[in-house]
């Protein structure tokens, strides 16, 4: 491992730790505050920011906006107070000296039971932002996704460190939630469903080699992991429910970056002076030959090469609302082509992914508002594999996938009073598809096909919910989610209803109960059968599936033993039914399909499938306080299934036992720089497998499987350490520098396995071995 190219960070270091010169640097912090429900913003709230000798503060204007200058650099902390409201306490800014800060604060309105109104000063950083979500939902903030070991800016690899979540290798970053296929997750973007947003995706997929979404435009946002708000549809495991930052309005501010992921420039700032309205936009191009240079070998024999690019533009109008303009999208591409005399080995992977939305809210008066939002969205795959020897073809496949997709939606919120809040929505998505592909057959020496469709179809949600709040401790959330799919002519009502009691100060318990379908991945419906080879018949045997149901309930004990430490148990179980399972007895379930590099066979389907995944999950929790944090999560849990032969078995993602612990300290030195080292373990249960019949695979030389045992064994159980080191630099402008190395250890963690015949076993790929992720960041 050739460790001397890092060798270039040491004199910045040594320079910045030896230099002694005493200049202090300031920033501005600025930003709005509003309502929590509506987002009316509040005129008049206070800002105070904590840990000062001198009392230093400002207050709103007429628009909820605040500014405060001559904030020291490094972590800061503010108050934020308003008549009839909560006060929040915000803690673990960090101050750059290269950018100011823009902040987006939230208040809750305080329940009034009499004449006396006490308020008091409320820090629940183990709430997530959604006031509608009150169980298996946390909110996360950017620098999180960064300064997790290992997550290299990823909200997947960063989520993997949570309570019930499994990641399945390093190579990709698709999650398991509480025993699901990873298929089960949604993504949405300012309240739109997004596509797969991961470079090296699929159509059908949650995930990929690499995230298109950068960090450096996200804001704070929430996932969850169970028993969600009717506002969530077609999701059955989790939901990423992101929040795109705005740009500072007064002040144009400039971003470089170099590091594992690529090279990276951002641009903030105002369209002109006063008119508050701004752009945050963020371009990233980025190829795996960094790998290359760093003496890694990743398993292919070509450079992958992908870029992003994504924004938010936010336009104010007055004081009745605002008019956003957001997206986010990326290419990869992998070209390999090897051609002889004699051999053809042409290996050709493409993709793109775009989408585009846009959204108005209009505050008809200090309680109530309307959202309108429409997003756009175009997705393609193309791939091509062709092996020869001897003009004789041994491997032949081609595809080309399209969906571009429209969304309507209409959201409409009421704070009818302090105690009773109402939100409702009605959503019109409508994909538009094209799915094509060509294998070559050897045994009966033509191409067939398992996709040819062009075509259309809608899904229709609407949804209602209602918090009522009977007092500061005790709050129920009720709703019901509507959904209606062409495919199957499928319908289907979803009652949703959590309760959280604050019993004590310090103690709360929560319950949270639902019904949640999803839509099969596209293919599913169109998947073609060649039933007559000689005249080339298909037929579509899956086109009348319904979607898959899933029943979720979901108990949780909550301590809070200060503002910042916490200890959090849920219990969970999960009822799955209408899972695609194969016509004839088989052990074949879409419960096992999820993962980027899954392949599976998808004929002749039914809707006659079940399972159940039920788990305790445990959460030790610090937040950042006194310059150190931790987390510890330990998830015990079973995920069983019947495929059309009604025998109970594992899921291929039973790994039963999930473990990670994770911390960081920081030293704050001279001139409000700051020194950061992190650290990650992950362990878990290996993936499930089929045994092989060895003495029928050595006569066959082909894989035959224990069907009788399968998913009864596993493969060995993964493990896995990281550690990050960081630097913050304040000066006139702002350095970070970092490194994360991940897999310390070097352990051979089990990603993908295929039956070899050479060895009559599963040959292994295993997850990369140490993998440095340098990083340079420069704000100015």
């Known amino acids: 491992m050739r460790y001397y190219k890092y060798v270039f960070f040491i004199p910045v270091i040594l320079f910045e730790l030896i230099n002694h010169s005493n200049a202090q640097y300031t920033q501005t912090i600025k930003g709005r505050v509003v309502d929590l429900n509506t987002g009316i913003p509040l005129t008049g709230a206070n800002v105070i920011l904590l840990d000062t000798v001198e009392l230093t503060g400002t207050v709103t204007d007429g628009e909820g906006n605040f500014h405060m200058v001559n904030v020291p650099v490094g972590r800061q902390g503010l108050k934020v107070s308003f008549i009839g409201y909560n006060t929040a306490i915000i803690r673990n800014l960090y101050v750059l000296s290269g950018k100011e800060l823009v902040l987006d604060i939230k208040l809750e309105e305080k329940v009034f039971q009499g004449q006396d109104i006490i308020i008091k000063a409320r820090s629940r950083k183990d709430r997530p932002l959604n006031e509608m979500a009150q169980i298996s939902a946390r909110s996360f903030t950017i620098e999180e996704?960064?300064?997790?070991?290992?997550?290299?800016?990823?909200?997947?690899?960063?989520?993997?460190?949570?309570?019930?979540?499994?990641?399945?290798g390093s190579q990709i970053n698709d999650i398991v939630i509480r025993g699901n296929s990873t298929n089960g997750l949604l993504w949405r973007m300012e309240g739109l469903k997004i596509p797969n947003p991961n470079h090296f995706g699929d159509l059908s997929s949650s995930g990929g080699t690499m995230s298109m979404l950068n960090n450096n435009t996200l804001a704070n946002?929430?996932?969850?992991?169970?028993?969600?708000?009717?506002?969530?549809?077609?999701?059955?495991?989790?939901?990423?429910?992101?929040?795109?930052?705005?740009?500072?309005?007064?002040?144009?501010?400039?971003?470089?970056?170099?590091?594992?992921?690529?090279?990276?420039?951002?641009?903030?700032?105002?369209?002109?002076?006063?008119?508050?309205a701004s752009y945050v936009a963020n371009y990233r191009y980025g190829t795996m030959g960094i790998f290359e240079l760093l003496g890694l070998n990743i398993g292919i024999f070509t450079i992958p090469v992908y870029q992003d690019f994504s924004f938010n533009?936010?336009?104010?109008?007055?004081?009745?609302?605002?008019?956003?303009?957001?997206?986010?999208?990326?290419?990869?591409?992998?070209?390999?082509?090897?051609?002889?005399?004699?051999?053809?080995?042409?290996?050709?992977?493409?993709?793109?992914?775009?989408?585009?939305?846009?959204?108005?809210?209009?505050?008809?008066?200090?309680?109530?508002?309307?959202?309108?939002?429409i997003g756009v969205s175009s997705t393609s795959n193309r791939t091509l594999i062709d092996n020869r020897e001897n003009n004789i073809i041994d491997d032949y496949m081609w595809e080309k996938n399209k969906e571009s997709t429209v969304e309507f939606l209409v959201e409409y919120k009421n704070?009818?009073?302090?105690?009773?809040?109402?939100?409702?929505?009605?959503?019109?998505?409508?994909?538009?598809?094209?799915?094509?592909?060509?294998?070559?057959?050897?045994?009966?020496?033509?191409y067939m096909r398992k996709l040819d469709v062009e075509g259309s179809v809608p899904l229709?949600?609407?949804?209602?919910?209602?918090?009522?709040?009977?007092n500061d401790q005790l709050s129920c959330v009720s709703g019901i989610n509507y959904q209606y799919s062409k495919y199957g002519d499928d319908h289907s009502i979803e009652p949703r209803f959590s309760i959280n009691w604050d019993f004590m100060p310090k103690q709360s318990v929560s319950m949270g109960m639902g019904i949640h379908t999803r839509l099969q991945p596209k293919f599913v419906y169109h998947y073609e059968i060649l039933t007559d080879t000689l005249n080339k018949i298909y037929t579509k045997p899956n086109k009348d599936l319904r979607m898959t149901r899933s029943t979720h309930l979901v108990l949780g004990y909550n301590y809070l033993f200060n503002s910042n430490h916490r200890l959090k148990v849920e219990g969970y179980y999960q009822y799955l039914n209408r899972i695609p399972v194969e016509e004839e007895s088989s052990h074949e379930s879409l419960i096992n399909y999820g993962s980027s590099f899954s392949d599976y066979d998808y004929k002749g389907l039914i809707n006659k499938g079940t399972?159940?995944?039920?788990?305790?999950?445990?959460?030790l929790e610090k937040f950042l306080s006194k310059n150190y944090y931790y987390l510890f999560t330990l998830s015990l849990f079973d995920s069983k299934y019947k495929g059309s032969d009604g025998i109970l078995?594992?899921?291929?993602?039973?790994?039963?036992?999930?473990?990670?612990?994770?911390?960081?300290?920081?030293?704050?030195?001279?001139?409000?720089?700051?020194?950061?080292?992190?650290?990650?373990?992950i362990w878990a249960g290996g993936e499930r497998k089929i045994p092989l019949d060895y003495e029928a695979s050595e006569g066959k030389r082909e894989a035959v499987y224990i069907i009788s045992r399968a998913y009864e064994e596993r493969f060995k159980d993964y493990f896995r350490f990281d550690i990050r080191?960081?630097?913050?630099?304040?000066?006139?402008?702002?350095?970070t520098l970092a490194i994360d190395i991940m897999n310390v250890t070097n352990r051979n963690n089990h990603f993908i396995a295929v039956y070899d015949e050479d060895i009559n076993d599963y040959d292994e790929v295993s997850t990369l071995g140490i993998i440095p992720a340098l990083l340079w960041r420069w704000n100015f």
């Open 611 to 619: 399972g159940y995944n039920y788990g305790t999950e445990i959460t």
């Open 725 to 735: 080191v960081s630097y913050k630099i304040n000066k006139k402008t702002s350095h």
């Open 145 to 168: 996704t960064e300064r997790y070991a290992g997550s290299v800016g990823d909200p997947s690899r960063m989520a993997a460190s949570f309570a019930g979540v499994l990641t399945l």
């Open 649 to 681: 078995r594992n899921t291929r993602y039973n790994a039963s036992i999930i473990c990670n612990l994770l911390g960081g300290y920081e030293w704050h030195l001279r001139n409000r720089s700051t020194l950061g080292v992190d650290g990650r373990i």
């Open 221 to 276: 946002s929430d996932f969850y992991t169970g028993a969600f708000p009717a506002e969530f549809g077609d999701a059955l495991s989790g939901v990423f429910d992101l929040k795109m930052r705005k740009g500072n309005y007064e002040k144009r501010e400039y971003l470089a970056q170099i590091g594992l992921n690529g090279i990276e420039f951002g641009a903030e700032g105002p369209f002109s002076r006063g008119s508050k």
């Open 415 to 446: 704070r009818i009073n302090s105690r009773n809040y109402l939100k409702a929505g009605f959503d019109y998505f409508y994909s538009s598809i094209s799915l094509r592909d060509s294998i070559y057959l050897e045994d009966y020496g033509i």
């Open 460 to 470: 229709v949600r609407s949804y209602g919910q209602w918090k009522h709040r009977f």
């Open 313 to 373: 533009i936010n336009f104010p109008v007055k004081s009745t609302g605002r008019f956003s303009i957001f997206g986010v999208g990326g290419k990869n591409s992998l070209n390999g082509e090897e051609i002889d005399e004699n051999e053809i080995d042409i290996t050709q992977l493409k993709s793109s992914t775009g989408f585009i939305g846009c959204n108005h809210l209009h505050f008809f008066s200090d309680n109530s508002s309307i959202s309108s939002s």
